[in-house]
């Protein structure tokens, strides 16, 4: 059974930083791309940040460029996403996903997603 699990999620203040992780297991994890999306109250799930298991070639979202970092460790089945200069924007539920899918941005190459961490971030 395939699962993901995020954590590191957490309330911090604006202009500070947060480290989300995610833990994989049931699934030969450098096999999978890995995603980050979020999705704040009343609006729809969004693309942050993606690792493509080939090369790992990463791509973000315009909004959190230069500010949000993702990595991942093969060895450890994790995948992380670095959150510094946090924003109030930046609040929303974040949830980690896998996929063998070259296409990172989009949500429908991947097959396996987490229940997600809150973030929020206060001004």
């Known amino acids: 059974q395939v699962q993901l699990v995020e954590s590191g999620g957490g309330s911090v203040q604006a202009g500070g930083s947060l480290r989300l992780s995610c833990a994989a297991s049931?699934?030969?994890?450098?096999?999978?791309?890995m995603g980050w999306f979020r999705q704040a109250p009343g609006k729809e799930r969004e693309f942050v940040a993606g690792?493509?298991?080939?090369?790992?070639?990463?791509a973000y979202t315009d909004s959190v460029k230069g500010r949000f970092t993702i990595s991942r460790d093969n060895a450890k089945n994790s995948g992380y996403l670095q959150m510094n200069s946090l924003k109030p924007e930046d609040t929303a539920v974040y949830y980690c996903?896998?996929?063998?899918?070259?296409?990172?941005?989009?949500?429908?190459?991947?097959?396996?997603w987490g229940h997600g961490t809150q973030v929020t971030v206060s001004s």
């Open positions: 049931g699934l030969t994890f450098r096999s999978y791309s």
């Open positions: 996903a896998a996929g063998a899918t070259l296409k990172i941005e989009s949500d429908s190459g991947y097959t396996y």
């Open positions: 690792i493509r298991y080939i090369g790992n070639n990463v």
